[in-house]
Nanobody
Framework: QVQLVESGGGLVQPGGSLRLSCAAS????????MGWYRQAPGKERELVAA???????TYADSVKGRFTISRDNVKNTVYLQMNSLIPEDTAVYYC????????????????WGQGTQVTVSS
């Protein structure tokens, strides 16, 4: 069984920084894309940033230049460094990964973490 466990959320003042982590564990053969989504109250879940196993990245326009996604392929962990946080970044942040479990005959499935709250407020 595969699971994603997130950590690092919390309350921060505008202009501050937070670092989110997400570790994938279980019977994992390989992981293709790992990423972060967020969902603010009353809004749809949106992609924040994603990174492939080769290191290619993509970012939402709203976070470019402020957030950095990185990944440790040995530890099956993805990170999101968030700098210059603004109140509009307040949301529940979810980790997502495309994982091929052991014994899956080459099929990748989408997995989600439980979410971690990020609140930017003075």
């Amino acid at each position: 069984q595969v699971q994603l466990v997130e950590s690092g959320g919390g309350l921060v003042q505008p202009g501050g920084s937070l670092r989110l982590s997400c570790a994938a564990s279980g019977s994992i053969f390989s992981i293709y894309v790992m990423g972060w989504y967020r969902q603010a109250p009353g809004k749809e879940r949106e992609l924040v940033a994603a990174i492939t196993n080769g290191g290619s990245t993509t970012y939402a326009d709203s976070v470019k230049g402020r957030f950095t996604i990185s990944r440790d392929n040995v530890k099956n962990t993805v990170y999101l460094q968030m700098n210059s946080l603004i109140p509009e970044d307040t949301a529940v942040y979810y980790c997502n990964a495309n994982i091929r479990p052991v014994g899956s005959s080459g099929t990748y499935s989408n997995y989600w973490g439980q979410g971690t709250q990020v609140t930017v407020s003075s």
